[in-house]
């Protein structure tokens, strides 16, 4: 797709768009001329195999769900070395991103049954195009309402396996497929506490288990510890029929230890189901994830919801600007990046969007033998630290220069 307009765009999707363009990779492309925009590609998006990465076929039912539903569709590979002792292990992954469905004002059960209603055409684009892994956006089920501070939003909470769950429940057997479902819980067996949590279901509908989000923002709008407390769930790994995945949620991406230490338990795909928006996280955005997949030889899969969510009632930042009725643009964007340094273009800023990637998980064992950040590691230094840093009367190891304080005579 090109710019925006051309898709006879009205002024409201255009918000979201850059100077009109999808996405930076379409305002690229439909500004240089195609050999410096392979060369911007290469730096930019890396090489995988040393070369740029390959478009793969979409099965044409899946791009009709595209076109019908009005949704953006990408497809990728990223190849690893041919082994002679291993079978090439390729995996097809999905990530979904989208906004919601109706206005935050509409009754509770009627968003929901449009959420539903939206993402199950996505959802069949991906099981048509053969998807063994899916993965949605945070909070899929409900709008963003954490900015608002109003305690009513925590009616749309659910059980582990409560509608949401039962819902993806029915494609993962109907496709054979894994998904990764972010929600809102409500741990009913705990005194109905509430927490941000991505389900697991597995390719036989059933549920292998759940990763509750380990670091709550207290940045601008993001009021999310006014809802729900830290994670209980540490950083487990699923072993599932297509691999291992894990799923670092959110603002878990600014934390390197928390994608270490899924990397650690032998993740080999990690997702990182987001809402977050442009003012606060853009230029972070391209940077954290891909340098977590390099870091720690695994693939991760990056998701943004889409679109402005206006809320009834105004709030305020603390930081002193007027109040206002929206978080700002959640602005899309969702990618793949690879081990070796290698990532997909972003889907669109403002339109919904399944972003696939066929994906050779040799890679992540080919790149810890080239780069070796497991082996030299030193992780004893880092436990030392870690150790006399939780002690009360840690002294920071820091050497001062003698002259520095002398008097000069
Ligand atoms: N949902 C969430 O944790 N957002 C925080 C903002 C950010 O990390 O960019």
Redesign the pocket.
Same mark, same amino acid.
């Given at each position: 797709m090109e710019k925006s307009e051309e898709n006879g765009s009205t002024d409201e999707k255009q918000r979201g768009s850059i100077c009109g363009y999808n996405s930076l990779q379409h305002l690229l492309s439909e500004n240089l001329n195609p050999q410096l925009y392979q060369e911007v590609s290469r730096l930019l998006l890396g090489m995988n195999c040393g070369k740029a990465l390959e478009t793969i076929v979409i099965p044409e039912s899946a791009k009709a769900l595209s076109s019908k539903h009005d949704f953006d569709l990408q497809a990728f590979e990223f190849s690893a070395d041919k082994e002679l002792l291993r079978e090439p292990r390729v995996v097809r992954v999905g990530l979904i991103q989208n906004s919601i469905a109706l206005p935050t004002t509409a009754p509770f059960s009627d968003q929901k049954k449009a959420l539903f209603e939206k993402l199950g055409p996505i959802i069949d684009a991906a099981g048509a195009s053969g998807v063994n892994i899916l993965c949605l956006q945070?909070a899929w089920m409900m709008p963003f309402a954490f900015c608002t501070r109003e305690k009513r939003w925590c009616e749309l909470a659910e059980p582990v396996n409560g509608e949401s769950t039962q819902f993806l429940q029915e494609f993962a057997r109907k496709y054979n497929m894994v998904i990764v479902s972010p929600i809102l819980e409500r741990d009913i067996n705990h005194g109905e506490t509430l927490w941000n949590t991505a389900v697991i279901i597995g390719n036989n509908g059933n549920i292998i288990g759940k990763h509750r989000k380990n670091h709550i923002?207290r940045?601008g709008d993001?009021n999310?510890s006014t809802y729900y407390m830290e994670g209980n769930t540490g950083h487990p790994v699923f072993e599932t029929a297509y691999g291992k995945i894990a799923v670092n949620i959110?603002?878990g991406?600014?934390h390197p230890l928390n994608w270490l230490a899924f990397g650690l338990n032998g993740a080999e795909i990690v997702f990182n189901p /987001?809402?977050?928006v442009g003012e606060? /996280?853009e230029p972070l955005w391209p940077i954290e994830a891909r340098n977590a997949a390099i870091a720690n030889s695994y693939f991760v899969g990056s998701i943004n919801r889409v679109g402005t969510e206006i809320f009834p009632n105004p709030f305020t930042s603390g930081d002193g600007k007027p109040q206002h009725s929206d978080f700002g643009h959640f602005y899309g964007s969702s990618h793949f990046s690879a081990p070796d340094a290698s990532c997909t273009p972003s889907l669109s800023r403002f339109k919904d969007g399944l972003v696939i990637s066929d994906m050779d998980i040799n890679l992540c064992r080919q790149m810890k033998d080239k780069w070796g950040f497991r082996m030299t590691a030193r992780y004893e230094l880092y436990a030392d630290m870690f150790g006399r840093y939780l002690k009360p009367d840690f002294e920071p190891q820091v050497i001062t220069d003698p002259l520095l304080h002398k008097k000069s005579s």
């Open positions: 945070e923002p940045v993001f999310e959110c603002y991406r600014h /987001s809402a977050t606060l /996280s």
